[in-house]
């Protein structure tokens, strides 16, 4: 049986860890939505050394655990003559993590947009830049929305990494509450419910959307 008065007794601090994972995210989607936009732009350009660039950050981000990637934002960088607060590194490592995944999934809605939308675009009088921000990129996305939708939902469990460098998470006031009771199951029960809130209506919203998409096709 769930021991409430750990929930009630604590409610501050799991409120603390929960609007900063809340920012955390959103902050993180928001960054990694623009840089994955970039890279995925990268990879499909007509010039070699945009495509070797976009597909070496995509490769390297995506094939490297997140909490090596966060490690080195909050205890590399600072070798190089750069500290970041633990909440900033953690944010920065998710964002960038989460924006390779991301512009794959944009490439892939570029690559589903006819070639004759760039073609008409072109032929419009509209450069390549401005082509694929007013004609393709508004596709694309479209697309991928649910993919985009299930990588968001991704970046908000993975905001539990920030935790392992004490970035004011819900999982770093787990750890905290933890330490102070002497309690782990019930104290964990609750973090979990926290991120439910979180994620299962935002696990509605993009099953909405994909009816909502599935539907206007």
Known sequence: MLDFTILTDHFGQYMAGFLNTIKASVLALIGSFIIGTIFAVFRIAPVKTLNIVGAAYVEFFRNIPILIIV????TGLPVLGLRLEPFAAGTIGLMIYTSSFIAEAIRAGILSVPKGQMEAGRSSGFTYVQTMRYII??????LVIPPLGNQFLNLIKNSSVLGVIAGLDLMYYGDLVSSSTFVTFDVYIFVAMFYLVLTIPLSFGIRYMERRLAGAR
């Open 137 to 142: 990129l508004p596709q694309a996305v479209k």
């Open 71 to 74: 490690f080195f934002m909050f």
